[in-house]
């Protein structure tokens, strides 16, 4: 792959390709434990988005748009490629329905969109988040941080830490901050969301809201846990993404 899409396990002969867009902060590592479990169903790919690990020192992305287009720009999509399926979490969910959404409009529609700790974007702003990432300084950033529970405790409290930390996170904040979200004709794949049922930023029913979203198709699954409960779950997590590929009924919640 190039600059944006990486492989931990590859998998050519799954017939599909699942491209996961990371939460705010966030980087492939994250989705180390999910591509293992889904590997072998699908061909896991992990966007690496600038500004961190082996892309640190590169120019953050300053919109959602330009994510887009340069993960399509590198993604192969020509004939003979297997077809494809969005993952996204957090700001990734955005990220992976502008996604479905882009390819859509070019004829190219995934066969389904899973997404996770996400309102869906068609409610009101910040109906259950707090205020926008420009008007908080580095402790109340920090504060934030620790009521989403995603980021370990000793990092938080590490200054040196914090300097190569939050200059993503708040870019990536500012990406989510920025977001317009427009409306426009309903998905054809099948869409499948799941959250946590002690999200402080995300409601059961905000989630649930992403069904007027597609016309292929809708399962909800609320799980235990906060805004991070994907990796006390994986198992599950992965049989949903498998049983939102077509051919297989969805799931539903345990």
Known sequence: MGDW????????????????????????????????????RVEPLMVQ????????????????????????????????????????????????FETARRLER?????????????AAPSLPRRTAATRAVRDMDDAELVEEMRKLSGTAD??????????IFLPPMRADYQIVDDYVYRAGPP???????LTGDDDPRVAPEEARAWESETRGGFSCHVL???????????????????????????????
């Open 5 to 40: 899409i990486r492989c931990f396990h590859p998998a050519p002969d799954a017939g599909v390709r699942l491209l996961c867009f990371p939460h705010a902060g966030g980087s492939v590592v994250a989705y180390h434990g999910l591509s293992a479990a889904v590997s072998g």
């Open 49 to 96: 988005y600038p500004g961190r690990q082996d892309r640190f020192g590169e120019p953050f992305a300053a919109g959602a748009d330009e994510i887009v287009d340069a993960v399509l720009d590198e993604l192969p999509r020509g004939p003979g490629e297997a077809p494809l399926a969005l993952f996204g979490h957090s700001m990734g969910a955005l990220l992976a």
């Open 106 to 118: 070019e004829g190219q529609p995934p066969v389904a969109l899973v997404l996770s700790g996400r």
């Open 154 to 163: 000793e990092l938080l409290s590490s200054p040196e830490l914090l300097s």
């Open 187 to 193: 998905l054809s794949c099948p869409v499948a969301v």
């Open 224 to 254: 235990a846990g906060g805004h991070f409960f994907l990796d006390g779950h994986l198992p599950y997590v992965a049989d949903v993404i498998a049983a939102t590929l077509p051919g297989r009924e969805a799931m539903t919640a345990p």
